[in-house]
C-alpha cells in the first residue's frame, strides 16, 4: 500500500502556519522580537486571536519555529557546502552570504538573547550541526604546536560542541573561527562598517588566514 501523503486538513495546517511565520519574520524585521504579536499577525491574516493559536500554542511556540527554521537553513546550506568541497574559508563566505540574505533571520540566532526564552534541546542539536560542520573543516594545527592552556580547557568542556570527537587544539581552532567570523558579521550586517571604505568579505578572510 502506498502512502498518500498529507491530508487536505494537514496541508491547510501547513499552510497558515507558514503564513503566520511570513508575517511573523515581517514584525520582526520591523521592530524587533519583543514586538511579535499573534493578535496583531491574527488580525493581518483576518482571523481571531483564538483562531490563531490553534497553529501555535503561543509566542514562545512561535520564536522557537522560526529560530528552529533559521538554523535548519543554516545546517543544510553548510553541509551542502561541505560536502560540495568547501573548505573553512569557503564556509565563510557561505555563512556570510546567508546571513546577508537575511539580517533578521541572522540576527534571531545569533543576536541578542530574547529575554526570558530558552531554546529547546531540539533547537540546540540542529545549531550543533553546524559546529560540527566546522570543526570537521578545521582540520589539525601542526603537529609540533604547543598546546595552550585553553586547549587543555577544551578538552574538558567541549558540550558546546555536541559531543564531535575531535582533538581539543581543533575545537579551539573552529571556536576561533566561529567567534571572528561572527565578530565581522554582526558588525557588518549592523551597519557598523559603513562608510569605512573596505570589503568586510576580505577582512572575513584575512581573519580565517591568522587561526592557528
Known sequence: M??????????YRAQ????????????????GVPALSLNAIAKQLGMSGPALYRYFAGRDELVTALIRDAYRSLADTV???????????????????WAREDP?????????????YHAPDDTTEISNEVMAVLVE????RPADAPATPFDTHLG????????????AAVLHRALSFWTRLHGVLSLELAGHFAG?????????????????
Open 79 to 97: 553541509r551542502a557546502a561541505r560536502d560540495g568541497g568547501a573548505d573553512l574559508a569557503g564556509l565563510a563566505h557561505v555563512i556570510r552570504d
Open 2 to 11: 502506498t502512502d498518500a501523503g498529507p491530508s487536505s486538513r494537514e496541508r
Open 16 to 31: 497558515v502556519r507558514a503564513e503566520i511565520k511570513q508575517h511573523a519574520w515581517a514584525q520582526i524585521a520591523e521592530a
Open 196 to 212: 569605512m571604505g573596505f570589503d568586510p568579505g576580505l577582512l572575513i578572510d584575512e581573519e580565517v588566514g591568522a587561526l592557528r
Open 156 to 167: 574538558d568542556h567541549r558540550e558546546w560542541a555536541g559531543g564531535y570527537p575531535a582533538a
Open 137 to 140: 573543516a578545521c582540520g589539525a
Open 104 to 116: 533578521q533571520r541572522y540576527f534571531l540566532i545569533y543576536g541578542t538573547p530574547v529575554p526570558g
